[in-house]
């Protein structure tokens, strides 16, 4: 297992932009791939997005198609999710996971981070 700590995560006006950290400690980095995931209140979680561990695939929800961007950068250990362009219906509490290689699901998950989006 990797542990995983989420950051950036704050109130915000619509329209606006933030950036999401996920920190990473305890495994190399680049053996795995990494994703992103949100819950509402009364909502069950949702895939928000992906990138592959060499950092040259990502993979978006249609509703955060255009506005969110997933990066990473192994040596710092660090995945980033960046979002403009922000709307209420975007309030969530949003998780960073972890996949090792040679696995088919995601087994390490951080405590989350709370982003509001006020209108």
């Known amino acids: 297992q990797v542990q995983l700590v989420e950051s950036g995560g704050r109130l915000v006006q619509a329209g606006g932009s933030l950036r999401l950290s996920c920190a990473a400690s305890?495994?190399?980095?680049?053996?795995?791939?990494m994703g992103w995931f949100r819950q509402a209140p009364g909502k069950e979680r949702e895939f928000v997005g992906s990138?592959?561990?060499?950092?040259?695939?990502?993979y978006y929800a249609d509703s955060v198609k255009g506005r969110f961007t997933i990066s990473r950068d192994n040596a710092k250990n660090t995945v980033y999710l960046q979002m403009n362009f922000l709307k209420p219906e975007d309030t969530a509490v949003y998780y960073c996971?972890?996949?090792?290689?040679?696995?088919?699901?995601?087994?390490?998950w951080g405590q989350g981070t709370q982003v509001t989006v006020s209108s």
């Open positions: 990138i592959a561990r060499s950092g040259g695939s990502t």
């Open positions: 305890g495994r190399i980095l680049n053996n795995y791939y």
């Open positions: 996971a972890a996949r090792y290689y040679s696995e088919t699901d995601f087994g390490s």
